[in-house]
T-cell receptor
Framework: AQTVTQSQPEMSVQEAETVTLSCTYDTSESDYYLFWYKQPPSRQMILVIRQEAYKQQNATENRFSVNFQKAAKSFSLKISDSQLGDAAMYFCAYRRGSGGGADGLTFGKGTHLIIQP | DTEVTQTPKHLVMGMTNKKSLKCEQHMGHRAMYWYKQKAKKPPELMFVYSYEKLSINESVPSRFSPECPNSSLLNLHLHALQPEDSALYLC????????????????FGNGTRLTVT
């Protein structure tokens, strides 16, 4: 079974600064996908960024980027120029790639990100 | 705006009531999911439908009964629930291919906040 571990229950960062959220995972699969989702108080789970395991290049989406270390099974999220709207719960998630796309996600416990104005 | 619509937003029901949660998407996704999320916890997978057929049931009690009448709709029928079933219920959808292949992220709705009294 796959497991996803987020070791930081809560992180705080000053507005405009950079913060890194950590995530490690354990799997015996070779084909899989990793995601970061954010969940603000509005409750909706919003996709932030995704990474295919077969790609060596780290994914980036505007101010969001990942550091994907496949051998170490590490998948951290870096948020640059933090904004008040980034405040949310961030979940790291894993999905195996061999299921044809209907396996659901395995989530970490989440990191609560606080942005200090 | 979310592309996955869940109704109702809030629901309060007694332990003897029968109610249904509804989820609708028009993105052409053929995989649909129900998740349960307790406060300050990650979402937990309940059911997965693939091409309108139930493909995963994560040992969910029979008082929860899913239904997928067509490719756009997903229902969750509730009967004889317990107070510990109070939670946020999230619906999600994603693309799926029959033979595997490119994986796509899950798109989530805003959820239904369920309170069982």
């Amino acid at each position: 079974a796959q497991t996803v571990t987020q070791s930081q229950p809560e992180m705080s960062v000053q507005e405009a600064e950079t913060v890194t959220l950590s995530c490690t995972y354990d799997t015996s699969e070779s084909d899989y996908y990793l995601f970061w989702y954010k969940q603000p108080p509005s409750r909706q789970m919003i996709l932030v960024i995704r990474q295919e395991a077969y790609k060596q290049q780290n994914a980036t989406e505007n101010r969001f980027s990942v550091n994907f270390q496949k051998a170490a099974k590490s998948f951290s999220l870096k948020i640059s120029d933090s904004q008040l709207g980034d405040a949310a719960m961030y979940f790291c998630a894993y999905r195996r790639g061999s299921g044809g796309g209907a396996d659901g996600l395995t989530f970490g416990k989440g990191t609560h990100l606080i942005i200090q104005p | 705006d979310t592309e996955v619509t869940q109704t109702p937003k809030h629901l309060v029901m007694g332990m003897t009531n029968k109610k249904s949660l509804k989820c609708e998407q028009h993105m052409g996704h053929r995989a649909m999911y129900w998740y349960k999320q307790k406060a300050k916890k990650p979402p937990e997978l309940m059911f997965v439908y693939s091409y309108e057929k139930l493909s995963i049931n994560e040992s969910v009690p029979s008082r929860f009964s899913p239904e997928c009448p067509n490719s756009s709709l997903l229902n969750l029928h509730l009967h004889a629930l317990q107070p510990e079933d109070s939670a946020l219920y999230l619906c999600a959808s994603s693309h799926q291919t029959l033979r595997g292949g490119p994986n796509s992220p899950l798109h989530f709705g805003n959820g239904t906040r369920l309170t069982v009294t």
